[in-house]
């Protein structure tokens, strides 16, 4: 009987998916502590003379759960606003969008530029397209957003999580409609445990990088540089 040798070269790959996907659960769930733990409050971030930011995390997550990059978007310069109303963001895309455009409009805010992880880049997607009539929105940078959904969502029981499934209807309309995807930067890695579809966005500027997992990419120097240069680009030139 013959026996077919693995390849080494996907051998290595699976190894070094497997390891992406450990360290993406230890970044989540010290992340997820982290976030529990904290004091800070919005007020903390909302002082700044460039353009502002408006923070939308991903389903599960709070506002907190990205606290070490609204930090340094501060330290840059930048008011960060967060939306508190939106909770652990377990509502539908156009609740939250709703949501989120409402604050907007209480704060008056214009010239804003969404910086979203996950199921915030659908939200804020959303938004755009059908919440902000009176343009508040210039732009948004995306981080591992599931734009074409993942196929494991079907799998779960869970409304919130079944709301990726590629068939979705909602998510399946808000794909086709790409009027606002020039406005969009999209930061994804080469590999995803929760989107194997991948986040890249037709028409949108894509940024692929050389980094493993769903959530660890938000605390990697590289995403880091990619968000500072895609809000710097999307503010433009310093007044």
Known sequence: MRHRLLNPRLLSRRLREARWWMLDYV?????QTRAFFSRARPADFSSG????????????????FMRPLIQTLHDHGHPVHVVAALGRNRRSLTDA????????????????????????GLIGKQLMATND???RVSAM????????GSRYARYWVVP???AFAPANAAL???GLDRRVNDRITSIYGVFDPHIPEGSELVGARNIRLSVGGHFRILGDPATVRAVLDAVTDA????V
């Open 27 to 31: 970044y989540a769930a010290t992340g």
């Open 49 to 64: 003379g460039k353009a502002p930011i408006v923070i939308i995390p991903g389903v599960y997550e709070s506002w907190q």
């Open 97 to 120: 969008a709703a949501t989120v455009a409402a604050y907007l409009d209480r704060e008056n805010l214009t010239g804003v530029i969404i910086v979203a992880h996950s199921k915030g």
């Open 133 to 135: 009539p009176g343009g």
């Open 141 to 148: 940078t995306a981080i591992s957003a599931p734009f074409a």
């Open 160 to 162: 919130s999580i079944r």
């Open 172 to 174: 399946h309309g808000l």
């Open 235 to 238: 503010a433009g030139p310093a």
